[in-house]
């Protein structure tokens, strides 16, 4: 069974602050892909990045960073200088099927001006 | 291209009632998926679908009826709402071929068990 784990229940930090938040993945599986998707006040989901289990390159999208880390079955999302409209809920998510995920329960950002 | 949408947005039932929440794609896409999302946790899935005249249950089913009868509509079925199912449900769809992962989520619908 898969299962993600974002430990990480609220954080809160004040604008121009960097953030990291967490999430660590189980699965049997050697072929998968990673997601982070954020969730803004309005409801949406917003799909930021996806990642397969082969490539564990770092990745860097504007103030965006994340952290694929495969020894540790981690997959970190870091947001830099941070700002007010990144306040939001974020999931990340874990895919050995198309079409079913396993999502992590969320990590409720505010950002404070 | 309308990308998933859903039908309706707002949902207010009473225990016991029926009710079909509308869910599709223009995108041509295989594979379709509803989850469902509670109060502080993340999504789950209910049921899923590989192509029309398949469908298979995921995570949490119980309580949900689906058939895809097309590759456009994937309708997810409440056959007698009760409290527990008070949820946010998303609609999901994505490509069996070039990139088979990347899924696209519809707006949501916010079902309401009285």
């Known amino acids: 069974a898969q299962k993600v784990t974002q430990a990480q229940t609220e954080i809160s930090v004040v604008e121009k602050e960097d953030v990291t938040l967490d999430c660590v993945y189980e699965t049997r599986d050697t072929t998968y892909y990673l997601f982070w998707y954020k969730q803004p006040p309005s409801g949406e989901l917003v799909f930021l990045i996806r990642r397969n289990s082969f490539d564990e390159q770092n990745e860097i999208s504007g103030r965006y960073s994340w952290n694929f880390q495969k020894s540790t079955s981690s997959f970190n999302f870091t947001i830099t200088a941070s700002q007010v409209v990144d306040s939001a809920v974020y999931f990340c998510?874990?895919?050995?099927?198309?079409?079913?995920?396993?999502f992590g329960d969320g990590t409720t950002l505010t950002v404070k001006p | 291209n309308a990308g998933v949408t859903q039908t309706p947005k707002f949902q207010v039932l009473k225990t016991g009632q029926s009710m079909t929440l509308q869910c599709a794609q223009d995108m041509n896409h295989e594979y379709m998926s509803w989850y469902r999302q509670d109060p502080g946790m993340g999504l789950r899935l209910i049921h899923y679908?590989?192509?029309?005249?398949?469908?298979d249950q995921g995570e949490v089913p119980n309580g949900y009826n689906v058939s895809r009868s097309t590759t456009e509509d994937f309708p997810l079925r409440l056959l007698s709402a009760a409290p527990s199912q008070t949820s946010v449900y998303f609609c999901?769809?994505?490509?069996?071929?070039?990139?088979?992962?990347?899924?696209?989520f519809g707006p949501g619908t916010r079902l309401t068990v009285t």
């Open positions: 998510a874990l895919d050995t099927n198309a079409g079913k995920s396993t």
């Open positions: 999901a769809s994505s490509d069996g071929g070039r990139s088979p992962y990347e899924q696209y």
């Open positions: 679908s590989v192509g029309a005249g398949i469908t």
